[in-house]
Nanobody, 125 residues
Framework: QVQLDESGGGLVQAGDSLRLSCVVS????????MGWFRQAPGKEREFVVG????????YYAESGKGRLTTSRDKTKNTVYLQMNSMKPEDTAVYYC??????????????????WGQGTQVTVSS
């Protein structure tokens, strides 16, 4: 059974940094593309970043380029989202997601079939 558990959310001020973690169990992290999404109140869930299974390709939404960085630690089966220079508009529930199939690129939201429960991030101005 595949399970994703996010942590690291919280309340921060504008300009602060925060690192989210996502522990993956039930499958080897090294074979699967991973992604981060977020959903703000009253809005649809949106793509934040996708990372190919090999880590060679990472695709960031425009809103996060230059401020967000995703990485994975295969020894811990954990994916991270480092967020710097945070803005109030970053306020949302953040979800990590795992590709349905191995060796994918993580390009499309439709490719992700396993999701965590989400972690709340609130940025005050």
């Amino acid at each position: 059974q595949v399970q994703l558990d996010e942590s690291g959310g919280g309340l921060v001020q504008a300009g602060d940094s925060l690192r989210l973690s996502c522990v993956v169990s039930g499958r080897p992290l090294s074979r699967f593309a991973m992604g981060w999404f977020r959903q703000a109140p009253g809005k649809e869930r949106e793509f934040v970043v996708g990372m190919s299974w090999s880590d060679q390709r990472k695709y960031y939404a425009e809103s996060g380029k230059g401020r967000l960085t995703t990485s994975r630690d295969k020894t811990k089966n954990t994916v991270y989202l480092q967020m710097n220079s945070m803005k109030p508009e970053d306020t949302a529930v953040y979800y990590c997601a795992s590709d349905k199939n191995p060796y994918g690129l993580g390009l499309r939201a439709a490719d992700f079939g396993f999701w965590g429960q989400g972690t709340q991030v609130t940025v005050s101005s």
